[in-house]
């Protein structure tokens, strides 16, 4: 069964930033390619970033240029780096098997304030 597993959540302050990992289990990791997407309070899931099994990454509008999406097949782990946060960050960041969250984890919460 396909096991995903977020952390590196927590609370910072606008500008700051953090690294996000998920660990995987359960599948082919090294040939899958994976998302990562964020869930706020009371709004649907959104799509941030996908890298494909070849390491090629692709980015929401909204995160281009602020966070990073990388991948380690040998430790089947999977990161975001999140840089320059703001309040408008604050959400429940999921890693999944695709753009929609399937396959996603229990999250790890991102809370952005002042």
């Known amino acids: 069964d396909v096991h995903l597993v977020e952390s590196g959540g927590g609370l910072v302050q606008p500008g700051e930033s953090l690294r996000l990992s998920c660990a995987a289990s359960?599948?082919?990791?090294?040939?899958?390619?994976m998302s990562w997407v964020r869930q706020a309070s009371g709004e649907g899931f959104e799509w941030l970033a996908t890298i494909t099994e070849y390491s090629a990454t692709f980015y929401a509008d909204s995160v281009r240029g602020r966070f990073s999406m990388s991948r380690d097949n040998a430790k089947n782990a999977l990161y975001l780096q999140l840089k320059n946060l703001q309040t408008d960050d604050t959400a429940v960041y999921y890693c999944?098997?695709?753009?929609?969250?399937?396959?996603r984890g229990p999250g790890t919460q991102v809370t952005v304030s002042s």
């Open positions: 999944a098997q695709d753009t929609s969250g399937t396959g």
């Open positions: 359960g599948f082919t990791f090294a040939s899958s390619p």
